[in-house]
């Protein structure tokens, strides 16, 4: 994804990409969609090689002695625990960032620097309201908007009352995992599908465009939220397969 991200800040500063004559092809498209791949295809390794603990009777059964957690494995726990609390509120406070600010294209011209995001356009302090429309640019502003929606709902789990409530219907930690998936791939569509536009778009001969901060900020908020899921999904695993345990054997 970082080898990505740089092509495309290279792509992008190119004079053909600047005055529209070329765009980005369907191989740049598949590289974005390797990276979460990946992330996926290593969090289900980890789940599948999660150990199963086998207890009997309060002791330890010597013979899987090695797959019952060691003095070691409760600080990892704790660690795992920690992480699957702080990565929603970070992808969340990513994408809250992302959506709302005005830095995903950067455009010059002789009037002076400009930034262009998904609601405004920006120059010298002021910002333009840009109108509704058809095109990928809208189809991009309501994915983001149905990521932070997704996002929103692991962060409402980690109260207290919240869970409780709906823990009397659902799973509500399952839940929470599942949308932070959610949240993640529906980002990654959103941010290909402002890329696809900002490529099929041809800009003024005047102006000179180029990618933002928030561009790569939201391209780094999609991995977040995948790891966001993950994480809690080992977790989840490891504590379930913790809590296993098995009658003593007959005398």
Do not use: K
């Amino acid at each position: 994804m970082v080898a990505t991200a740089v092509f495309a800040h290279g792509a992008a500063g190119t004079e053909p990409f600047t005055r529209g004559h070329v765009g980005f092809g369907p191989g740049f498209r598949l590289g974005w969609a390797v990276g979460p791949l990946f992330l996926l295809a290593g969090a289900a390794n980890l789940l599948s090689q999660c150990p199963a603990c086998t207890c009997a009777g309060g002791a330890l059964d010597p013979s899987r002695s090695s797959r019952c957690p060691g003095p070691g494995r409760g600080s990892r726990m704790v660690l795992l625990q920690w992480v699957r609390q702080v990565l929603p509120v970070l992808s969340l406070a990513l994408l809250l960032l992302v959506a709302g600010a005005p830095g995903w294209l950067r455009l010059r011209s002789e009037l002076g620097p400009a930034a262009l995001g998904l609601w405004a356009l920006c120059a010298d302090g002021a910002c333009l309201r840009l109108p509704p429309g058809p095109g990928l640019l809208d189809v991009s502003r309501g994915l983001m908007l149905v990521s932070l929606l997704a996002a929103f709902i692991p962060v409402l789990c980690l109260l207290g009352p919240v869970a409780r409530f709906f823990g009397r219907f659902f799973a509500v930690s399952m839940a929470s995992y599942i949308t932070s998936l959610v949240a993640g791939v529906v980002s990654l569509l959103a941010m290909g599908s402002f890329a696809l536009w900002a490529s099929r778009t041809p800009p003024h001969p005047l102006v000179a465009r180029a990618y933002g901060w928030a561009f790569y900020l939201g391209w780094a908020s999609c991995p977040t939220c995948l790891l966001s899921g993950m994480t809690g999904l080992i977790a989840h695993r490891s504590l379930s397969a913790s809590t296993i345990i098995l009658a003593p054997p007959p005398a």
